[in-house]
């Protein structure tokens, strides 16, 4: 679904929501009955429509989130390719992580790598890659529960 049709479709279902509400304050309908029907009936399509439309917005913050990892994702690889065309040491590790941390997060697990990498094997978590790694670290990976 293009920006556009996103906004077009929560402009819809704004004005369905519009027309709900004014169906329900018709007070020139005095059958109780019938009323009390079309207003439970509107109050669900209601509800239903604010659904449609927080996951619409979510759809666009989800497309956002997406474009900004794909540009991370390529800044990280041209980063590591002019690092390991232009390495003279083999001193670099470079690890990436397919999830966001927190920056005390990072900092843990920074500190976590630093101090396996000075043992010679670095343990990654599932959902992390090792990009670059010098010749007397050895990479493992921890393994999944239930798994030997």
Known sequence: M?????????????????????????????DYEKQ???????????????????????EKEFDYYKSQCESYEGTINKLTETIADNKSDDSLLIIKSVGFLTKEDLEYVCNEIAEQRKLGVVVLRQGWDA?????DVEIKFEEREGKS
């Open 131 to 135: 990009v670059l790694v010098p010749s």
């Open 2 to 30: 293009t920006s556009k049709e996103r906004e077009e479709a929560i402009k819809y279902f704004e004005q369905c929501n519009s027309n709900i509400i004014s169906v329900c304050k018709d007070e020139n309908n005095y």
């Open 36 to 58: 009390e029907i079309i207003s439970y009936a509107a109050r669900k399509t209601y509800e239903a429509n604010k659904l449609a439309i927080e996951a619409l917005e979510l």
